[in-house]
């Protein structure tokens, strides 16, 4: 329906609208720019009673993308990626375009080292196993 900065309104077949926040659109290595009439899928993410039901393109897609990544690569493949996220349980890495696995913590010798500075940095990893019920990727520094 419309696009803008903030993200996309999408109208579902329900007759319902929704949002799409911009970080729930695009993922890197991800081109497709959208605009008004476009068709897109997508997955509810959020339900809030005072502004509606919140979307996401990227979270729709990623079955596919984790999908592709199962079938290109093998448990004990080293891989590069970048660091995404830095949360008290592990660090997530950046394997391939919107692909995301968790290193756990538990496989971290020091969890403290990663910070806000760590964000974006190139790593090294291992492919430890894929857990496809949960779309899950577990990873280990190199």
């Known amino acids: 329906m419309k696009v803008n900065d903030g993200g996309i309104v999408v109208s579902l077949p329900n ?11 695009y993922w890197r290595g991800y081109p497709k720019k959208f605009k008004k009439g476009d068709w897109v899928d997508v997955v509810v993410i959020a339900f809030k009673p005072e ?5 996401s393109i990227r979270r729709a897609n ?4 984790i999908k592709a990544v199962y079938e290109t690569v ?21 394997v391939g375009p919107g692909v995301e696995g968790l290193c756990h913590v538990s496989h971290i010798t020091d969890i403290s080292a990663f910070d806000k500075h760590a964000i974006g940095q ?3 990893v291992r492919v430890l196993e894929f857990i496809e019920a949960e779309d ?3 990873l280990e520094f190199v």
């Open 62 to 65: 990623s079955a596919e993308r």
């Open 74 to 94: 093998t448990v004990g493949a080293v891989l590069s990626g970048k660091i995404k996220s830095v949360k008290e349980y592990g660090v997530f890495v950046s």
């Open 136 to 138: 899950r990727i577990q």
């Open 122 to 124: 190139d790593v090294k």
């Open 15 to 25: 007759t319902e609208t929704g949002l799409v926040l911009r970080d729930e659109v």
């Open 51 to 55: 502004k509606g039901l919140f979307l």
